[in-house]
């Protein structure tokens, strides 16, 4: 068996409220890297993470379970948490042991009480916390409600790093602030297709991008320093910026996600870019 040193084992602890899709996530993202050949759902009592059989009876996750897998040399164990806080212990023990934690928010309800309730714990462990908006492929999904929502509940703090073209029914395509770039995920799954930003998104995408270069410079003085002198940054800066500000607390970067639909590698593909970004 492969081992690998402290430094590239990292534990990405999946947290939020019921129902907003971790269980789904986790097995989308253990399909996407080719542990799995064939995706379970949490309605077919197949995923890998909800396996008693108290979990299939309820159709929620009781118990916090341990996964992994491997990208670019790093072992990522993914922990899967209930969402009840029924069973907060299992929750907080999970993130006790995080690195960073994923707070899932359903696209449908935005921030409800128990995303606040784990949140306060996140907070007290001062562990870096994404932001991930789910199920925007959900007829009812109202991304700018939910992300009003973060902005009430999380304050400045909570920067926009993808946002999606075309939520509900249908939803393919994001366009990431980080890259500028709009990405178009085919429904059968496979790698996105990379298009440029759209004419009537371009003058949003570059405000919100301003603001994501500006949260980045914020957190260390020599890239404040760089942002004055060129006006920008450049991709590796914005993220380096976006890590310490991670590490202190003070940036929580808020990504789209579909963790049910095969174009959920939007998912996995946002989740990748979260690993770089995590310390
Ligand atoms: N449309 C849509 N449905 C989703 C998505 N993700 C999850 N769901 C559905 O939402 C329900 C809850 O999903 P789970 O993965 O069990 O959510 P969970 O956060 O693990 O729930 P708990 O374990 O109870 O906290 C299931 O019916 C999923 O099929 C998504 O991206 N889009
Ligand atoms: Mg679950």
Not at 121 to 132: G, S
Not at 154 to 162: D, E, K, V, Y
Not at 223 to 232: D, H, P, R
Not at 246 to 261: D, G, I
Request: net charge negative; aromatic share 8%.
């Amino acid at each position: 068996m492969k081992t690998y040193d402290e430094k590239h084992i990292k534990n990405v602890v999946l947290i939020g409220g019921a129902k907003s899709g971790k269980t789904t996530l986790a097995e989308t993202m253990l399909f996407e890297a080719g542990i799995l050949n064939r995706r379970g759902s949490v309605e077919d009592k197949n995923t890998v993470s909800d396996y008693h059989d108290i979990e299939h009876d309820r159709q929620n996750s009781v118990y916090a379970t341990s996964m992994h897998t491997e990208w670019r040399g790093y072992k990522i164990n993914i922990i899967d948490t209930p969402g009840l806080d029924d069973f907060m212990g299992e929750i907080v023990s999970s993130m006790k042991v995080a690195d960073t934690c994923v707070l899932l928010i359903n696209a449908q309800q935005g921030v409800e009480v128990s995303t606040e309730l784990i949140w306060n714990y996140a907070d007290q462990f001062r562990k870096p916390v994404i932001l991930a908006i789910n199920q925007l492929d959900h007829p009812k999904a109202n991304f700018e409600m939910a992300l009003d929502s973060i902005k009430k509940s999380f304050g400045a703090p909570a920067i926009l790093m993808q946002y999606p073209v075309n939520q509900g029914e249908g939803f393919d395509s994001i366009i990431d602030l980080l890259k500028m770039t709009m990405y178009k995920f085919p429904k059968e799954g496979g790698k996105p297709e990379k298009l440029p930003i759209p004419k009537e998104e371009m003058e949003n995408a570059t405000a919100l991008h301003n603001e994501l270069v500006e949260k980045a410079a914020e957190n260390d003085e020599e890239l404040m320093e760089l942002y004055f002198e060129k006006g920008s940054l450049d991709e590796d800066e914005l993220r380096k910026g976006l890590k310490i500000g991670m590490v202190k607390h003070e940036v929580f970067p808020v990504f789209c996600l579909s963790a049910k639909t095969i174009w959920a590698v939007a998912g996995s593909w946002a989740l990748s870019t979260m690993w770089l970004l995590q310390p």
